[in-house]
């Protein structure tokens, strides 16, 4: 009896890491007869496994999803990932993520052997995660935003932007992304023609449309690239000219790496432009108190921020007055 649930067990072991299997070559690995092999099928079928027989050449057998929850049979490694990424969950900004995965958990890491138990705890003590921002994800959303992209499946939705407007998107759908504190989706959209990541906080109305497309090829090496390289983009929100009285090559000694991007201004060979983005309009404003008081300068930005700059001067001005 022993022997057969050892057998069962490592059965259902090699179907949950295959996606099919031939029977010959199940037969083979377990080393029983092919008339075994369907006994130790019919074993797990009665545990409530759905395991699905195709005939023909390119026939085997596979495990399905069936109406309800059957055991799952992991390896220590799985399992620690498991109770581990169980753990992360809750503080990634899920709806009800904190009680949920706090149950899951505990019916989880109950059975686990102490061993294993003791490796998550001593995990789970060394990994600080980032508290998320931004309003709560729904996990219900996150699941059908997943199926999409691993569907090739068009979607709409309404989105609001960091500004309030609120707008109504059609995209194909690539990636869920956790970057920055927030789940991002990576996505060509189709009324911008272009590729576009939304704060999946920010998006309601979800509807799968049922059509389904062909992958596009995403201008970065992966989506969490593409996803940093959206938001440093996004970060560097407010841009200034400095226009220097100073040589490139005198202000690239003074600034050294500081000074990448500025170049000599036409037609002044004396004089220097010095290109600053920053997230923050404070921020910016901060970039030029390291400019030397022996340089002379002035600025072209927008006019709400030199507004801003003429307002920050003045405080500073009344600050220090006596």
């Known amino acids: 009896m022993a022997e057969t649930t050892s057998r069962t067990l490592e059965l259902l072991n090699l179907l949950q890491t295959h996606r099919q299997w031939a029977g010959s070559e199940l037969a083979e690995r377990l080393g029983v007869t092919e008339r075994t092999l369907r006994r130790d099928i019919e074993r797990l079928r009665e545990l409530g496994y759905r395991v699905v027989a195709a005939r023909g050449v390119q026939g085997g ?10 055991p799952l049979l992991l390896s220590n490694d799985e399992a620690v990932t498991m109770a581990i990424g169980l753990r992360l969950a809750a503080t990634q900004g899920l709806v009800d993520g904190a009680l949920t995965t706090q149950t899951a958990l ?13 490796r998550v705890n001593a995990l789970a003590a060394s990994i600080t995660p980032e508290t998320p921002r931004g309003g709560p994800v729904e996990g219900e959303l996150l699941g059908q935003l997943a199926l999409a992209c691993r569907d090739h499946e068009r979607i709409r939705f309404a989105y609001v932007a960091a500004g309030g407007a609120e707008t109504n998107r059609v995209v194909e759908p690539h990636s869920l992304v956790t970057a920055r504190r927030s789940w991002f989706l990576v996505c060509f959209d189709l009324q911008r023609d272009d590729w576009r990541t939304f704060r999946v906080d920010r998006l309601t109305n979800f509807f799968a449309t049922r059509v389904h497309f062909e992958p596009r090829e995403l201008p970065a090496p992966d989506a969490a690239t593409f996803v940093e390289r959206n938001a440093q983009s996004f970060a560097r929100r407010y841009h200034a000219d400095v226009l220097l009285q100073v040589s490139l090559a005198r202000f690239t000694e003074l600034f050294g790496h500081w000074a990448t991007g500025a170049r000599v201004d036409s037609g002044r060979p004396t004089h220097t432009i010095w290109p600053i983005a920053a997230e923050t309009m404070e921020t910016l404003v901060s970039t030029l108190t390291w400019i030397p008081p022996s340089i002379r300068y002035t600025v072209r930005a927008e006019p709400e921020l030199l507004e801003f700059m003429r307002g920050t001067a003045h405080r500073v001005v009344e600050a220090v007055a006596e």
């Not at 505990?106 to 003791?118: I, T």
């Open 106 to 118: 505990a019916k989880f890491e109950q059975v686990l052997p102490a061993a294993v138990r003791e």
């Open 61 to 70: 057998y596979r495990l399905e999803a069936g109406s309800q929850l059957p």
